[in-house]
C-alpha cells in the first residue's frame, strides 16, 4: 500500500475524528474518543517488528501496575514504550517517588532504556488533561497532512502542553515532525525520544509494507 494512499485515506480520518474530539470534549467524552480511536487508527503500523509492538504492549501493562504499587493516590503517572524505550511523564509527590518509579520499570524485561520526564508537582486538572488530549490529537492529525512524513512512524504523547515525540524516523522526519507540533496551537514545548535511522533505512521502509499493529 503506498504512502500517498495512506496519507489519502488517513487525511479525513484524523479530521472527522479531530472534530469528534472536539464535540465530545463538550459533552465530557472527550478522553475516550481522543485517547482511543485516534491512536488506534493512526497507529495502524510502524516502523517496529511485529515482536517489538507486542513486547511494548507487555512493557506498558507491567509498568502501570508496578507504577501503582509506588505512587498509590500520590501521583499521576502515563508510561509509553516505543521499541523497548519507556516514557515516563506525569505527576509525582517527590523526588524519591520519582527516582522509584524509574527503578520499578528499568526493572521490567524488554526494557532498554527509560526517559523519566516525571514532574514533581501534584496531579494535573481534568481541564488540563483534556487540553493534553486535544494538543495531541491536533498534533497527529498535522502529522498525516505533512507529505514528507509518515504519520504511523510517530507516537504523540503530551503532559502539560509538552509534546514528546517518540519513533523510528530519519534525522530529516524528526526535524519535520518537531517544527510541525510546534506551530499547533497550546504546544508549550517540543521533547524528541527518537530512535533514528538512516536515509537507506527509511528507504527500505518505503518499500516494505510494515507490519500491522495488534
Not at 496531579?123 to 490529537?137: C, E, Q, V
Amino acid at each position: 500500500m503506498s504512502k500517498r494512499f495512506m496519507q489519502r485515506l488517513q487525511r479525513p480520518v484524523a479530521i472527522a475524528l479531530l472534530g469528534g474530539a472536539m464535540m465530545s470534549s463538550l459533552s465530557g467524552c472527550f478522553a475516550i474518543v481522543a485517547g482511543g480511536a485516534v491512536a488506534g487508527t493512526l497507529a495502524a503500523s510502524d516502523r517496529r517488528t511485529f515482536g517489538a509492538q507486542t513486547e511494548d504492549k507487555a512493557i506498558a501493562v507491567k509498568a502501570d501496575l508496578k507504577v501503582r504499587n509506588v505512587t498509590g493516590d500520590a501521583g499521576h503517572v502515563n508510561v509509553n514504550a516505543f521499541n523497548r524505550k519507556v516514557l515516563v511523564t506525569g505527576e509525582v509527590r517527590d523526588q524519591a517517588m520519582k527516582d522509584a518509579v524509574e527503578r520499578e520499570v528499568k526493572g521490567i524485561e524488554g526494557v532498554q532504556s527509560v526517559v523519566n520526564e516525571l514532574e514533581i508537582a501534584g496531579p494535573a486538572s481534568y481541564t488540563s488533561r483534556s487540553s493534553d488530549t486535544l494538543i495531541t490529537t491536533k498534533v497527529k492529525a498535522s502529522l498525516v497532512d505533512a507529505k514528507d512524513i509518515s504519520a504511523n512512524s510517530f507516537k504523540v504523547v503530551t503532559e502539560r502542553g509538552a509534546v514528546f515525540l517518540m519513533g523510528r524516523v530519519t534525522q530529516r522526519e524528526a526535524n519535520s515532525a518537531t517544527a510541525i507540533a510546534r506551530g499547533v496551537d497550546g504546544v508549550t514545548k517540543v521533547v524528541r525520544v527518537f530512535e533514528y535511522i538512516s536515509e537507506e533505512e527509511y528507504k527500505q521502509y518505503q518499500n516494505t509494507p510494515a507490519p500491522a499493529a495488534q
